[in-house]
């Protein structure tokens, strides 16, 4: 089984670091979290996209 897309809730550190886990698997990823600026800090450090 191969994961094509996933959606990560919550881009605090653990979020974060899983997106970027995901993104280094080739992994599309999309973000989302209550804090805006949280979502954007880890889209910068190409964690996914919203």
Do not use: P
């Not at 550190?13 to 949280?38: N, P, Q, Y």
């Amino acid at each position: 089984m191969t994961i094509e897309k996933a959606l990560v809730v919550g881009t605090g550190l653990i979020g974060t670091s899983a997106a970027l886990a995901l993104r280094a698997k080739g992994v599309e990823v999309f973000l989302s979290d209550i804090d805006e600026h949280a979502v954007a800090l880890a889209r910068e450090l190409g964690a996914g996209r919203e």
